[in-house]
Structure formats: C-alpha cells, structure tokens
C-alpha cells in the first residue's frame, strides 16, 4: 500500500510544482492551455489541489505530527475541492479585458 501513496504523493509534487509554475509566469500545461482562461486560478488551484494530495500522504507516513481523523479528512476534502473549484472558475470565467467590457466602460 506504500507505494500507492507514494505514487500519489509523486504526482501531487507534480501538481504543485506545474501550480508554481503557473502562478510565476502564467505558462500552463499544453492540455489545459485551450481551456483555461485565467492562468492564474488554475495556477492556484493546482496548487491547493496537489497540496492535498501531498498532505494526505505526509499524514500516511507519519511525517507530520498526528492529528485527529477528523481535522485529516476534513482539511483534506477541503482543500481538494477548493482547487477543483478554482480550476472550474478558471476556465468557466471570461477572459479579462475583451471587447464587451471595453464597450461597456466606453458607454
């Protein structure tokens, strides 16, 4: 069972660092390039999402102190869904700047 969390824990590193990389300089991977419109929720929420993941596998292997269960699931789920959330919004909000706005403010 170890090596599935750490696959896991693997591939949350690779979430957080392409998060990183997103929130820097605004690059984001080649098949989320099309559909996200603002980079930088996506960013974010790839990081809060591979932040789960990697805290979830930390609090497998007991690297991190012990906390309750229910602080573990709970902080975990949240933060999960709130990257999910940001990369839903990144991609379902208009782009900033497009010509409706502009005509809008010009009126």
Do not use: E, K
């Not at 696959?7 to 590193?13: M, P, R, S």
């Not at 991977?29 to 996200?36: I, L």
């Not at 900033?96 to 502009?102: C, I, P, S, V």
Request: proline share 4%.
């Amino acid at each position: 069972m170890a090596w599935v969390v750490g696959t896991g824990a693997f591939l949350g590193l690779l979430v957080m660092a392409s998060g990183i990389v997103t929130l820097r300089t605004g690059w984001t991977v080649p098949m989320a390039r099309r559909h996200a419109t603002r980079p930088r929720l996506h960013g974010l929420g790839a990081l809060f999402t591979g932040s789960s993941v990697v805290l979830q596998s930390l609090f497998y292997f007991s690297v991190l102190p012990g906390v309750s269960w229910d602080v573990r699931f709970f902080g975990g789920n949240a933060l999960l869904l709130a990257g999910l959330l940001l990369i839903a919004l990144s991609q379902l909000l208009p782009l900033r700047g497009t010509q409706d706005h502009a005509d809008a403010s010009a009126a």
